[in-house]
Structures are given as structure tokens and as C-alpha cells.
DNA sequence: TCTTTTGTAACTTTAATTGTCACGAAACTT
DNA sequence: AAGTTTCGTGACAATTAAAGTTACAAAAGA
């Protein structure tokens, strides 16, 4: 299957909306990341349920932010795209008879639930406001660029 | 795609040739993963390469530990199936030229490394001997059950 | 020589996301 | 009121890597 990019790909617009503050199209997001406006639409439908975002029809319309990407945590934006399966590792098989796959079931679990647990807290860490921050300086940069 | 399961597949036929001593076939392995030789051959190469494991031909043959599983950790396990990829989630395109994206992608994979340290550290952390440990009085109460 | 067993190549199946198309519904514009 | 824009959603094909399957050559014991 093409590897899940919903996470990185919401983000990448969460800082978009912020920054254009109008609404934006599903069109004009899908220019974006490079697809259509039907996936964009179905990608943001959890973001909208969430209330972090807001949807608007007709003209004029389209993706606006309605909370500060302060006080969205990326642990938020996971949760709100439903908290997407993370690993493309599993067990083996579920409820084995054999006693012996059940333990080694069990270890690799245990190790997938300690990878999951620090995956959530590192993005429960971080705001999608700081995010940007380690790269503050480049984006000043290519602002002032731009704008001269 | 079907989840990957080869870590805890081969970790449970670990144990049976540590608990069996003579040579086992893929035949028979394959029955106790429920799949067939073919696939057990493939799985089991990359422990063979790496010296856990030796497999002979003709009658009498199959596969047989050559490494006291009390050397063999569950990381030395996973490495010898060549790392398989851990995540279905991932960036959303390599080299992205727009700064927001590369930021987003830039936390994305902070949160997925550190779930992949801990996921191998993790592993590193017990030898497939010790993976019983937990279920040891369960498995010893089977056994004496069974050889009554 | 015959049988057992591995090694390996080639191909199909599987599962979940991405990508695409279509169309109804809502809201703005004139 | 009519027309245009935009979202919401359902349906289906494409993608990708592992699992599953088949076939057969090669090695080794009987």
C-alpha cells in the first residue's frame, strides 16, 4: 500500500491556512500537495470534526483555521485524523493456541507499544505553531526574499 | 499489504528448535505458522545468514539452532531479517521544495525516529531465552499436563 | 537410483492508502 | 430565479510490499 503521509500532509496545510488566513479551496490545497481536491477534502474531513477547522461552500468558500496552531498539539492533528494505524509490523496471528507464539507475540507488542507510546508523546511535545520554529530562520529568509 | 509478521514468526520457530534440538523442516515449520515450506525457506535465509540457524538437505534434514538463544537478541532477530520497515506512516514526498512541507515532514520523522529507537532498543533489551520468561509457569503447567 | 529436503525464481493474492471521477447539495453572485 | 462555485460523499482503479503459491533444480541421505 503508498505509505500514509496524512500526518505530514495536514500539517503542511495547517501552516498554509495560518498563513494565508482567507479561506483556501480544495483545489488550491491540492495544488499544494500535489493531488486532487476530493482527497483533500476527505483528508480534512476529521480536522473539520475536530473543530480545528472550518469549511465553507460557494464562492469565496473553502478550508479556514478556527483554532491557533498554538494550542493544536500534533498529538491533536493525529487524534483528529483518527489516529491512523502506525506500523506496518504486526503480530502474527491473533489468540494463537501455541504457547510459545503467544510469548513471542507478546514481545514484539510489547515493543510496539512502547514505540507507539513515545511516537504519541513526542508529538503530544510540540504545538503545530513550533513547529516552524526550528526552521524560523530559512522561512525569514526566503520571506524577505520574496518580498524585496 | 498484509502486515509484515516475519519478527514474531520467527521468533516462535526460535523456540520450537531450541525446545525440539533435531533438525526441523520448512514442512513442519510451516505448519506450526500455518503457511507453506516456500515461505518458511524465504523467512528463515536471513537467520541462516546471520549464523543463528543452519539448514541441511536430504532425509533427515531441516533447520537446527547453531546459537544458544541466550545470545540472540530480539534485535539481532530483527536485523537478520534485513530491518523491515516499521511504519505505514511516513513523509509526504522526499525534498519537498516548499518550506512549510519540509517543516512538517521534518517533525513527522522526529516523532517516527524516535518510535523506531525506542522500538529497537527496546528489542535490544531481551534475548529470545528471556522472551518465556513471562509465560514461563504457564508453559511449564502445560507441559507437565501434557507429559502425564 | 530413488526419495527427501533445501534454494530460488516467478507469479498471484492481499490490504489499506492514494488517486480519480461523478454528482448532489449548499451558498454566493448577478 | 438562474448560474457558478465549492464542499461532501460514494464508488472504483492504482499503488506497493508482504504473504501465499507453484515449480523445479540441486544437494544429500537411503
Same mark, same amino acid.
Given at each position: 500500500?503508498?505509505?500514509?503521509? %496524512?500526518?505530514?500532509?495536514v500539517l503542511h496545510v495547517l501552516l498554509h491556512l495560518d498563513q494565508i488566513?482567507?479561506?483556501?479551496?480544495? !483545489?488550491?490545497?491540492?495544488?499544494m500537495?500535489?493531488?486532487?481536491?476530493?482527497?483533500? $477534502?476527505?483528508?480534512?474531513?476529521?480536522?473539520?470534526?475536530?473543530?480545528?477547522?472550518?469549511?465553507?461552500?460557494?464562492?469565496?468558500?473553502?478550508?479556514?483555521?478556527?483554532?491557533?496552531l498554538?494550542?493544536?498539539?500534533? /498529538?491533536?492533528?493525529?487524534?483528529?485524523?483518527?489516529?491512523?494505524?502506525?506500523?506496518?509490523?504486526?503480530?502474527?496471528?491473533?489468540?494463537? /493456541?501455541?504457547?510459545?507464539?503467544?510469548?513471542?507475540?507478546? /514481545?514484539?507488542?510489547?515493543?510496539? !507499544? /512502547?514505540? %507507539?507510546?513515545?511516537?504519541?508523546?513526542?508529538?503530544? $511535545?510540540?504545538?503545530v505553531a513550533?513547529l516552524v520554529?526550528?526552521?524560523? !530562520?530559512?522561512i525569514?529568509?526566503?520571506?524577505?526574499? $520574496?518580498? $524585496?
Amino acid at each position: 500500500m503508498p505509505t500514509d503521509s %496524512r500526518l505530514p500532509r495536514v500539517l503542511h496545510v495547517l501552516l498554509h491556512l495560518d498563513q494565508i488566513g482567507d479561506p483556501v479551496t480544495s !483545489e488550491q490545497i491540492g495544488q499544494m500537495l500535489a493531488t486532487n481536491p476530493a482527497l483533500v $477534502r476527505r483528508t480534512m474531513a476529521g480536522l473539520r470534526e475536530a473543530g480545528f477547522v472550518a469549511s465553507t461552500k460557494g464562492h469565496g468558500g473553502g478550508w479556514q483555521l478556527l483554532k491557533p496552531l498554538e494550542e493544536i498539539t500534533l /498529538a491533536d492533528v493525529y487524534a483528529a485524523l483518527g489516529s491512523p494505524h502506525l506500523f506496518a509490523v504486526g503480530q502474527s496471528s491473533d489468540n494463537p /493456541a501455541c504457547l510459545l507464539e503467544q510469548a513471542a507475540n507478546a /514481545a514484539t507488542l510489547q515493543a510496539l !507499544e /512502547a514505540a %507507539r507510546d513515545v511516537f504519541q508523546s513526542e508529538l503530544a $511535545r510540540m504545538t503545530v505553531a513550533e513547529l516552524v520554529k526550528p526552521h524560523a !530562520e530559512t522561512i525569514k529568509a526566503f520571506q524577505s526574499n $520574496r518580498d $524585496r
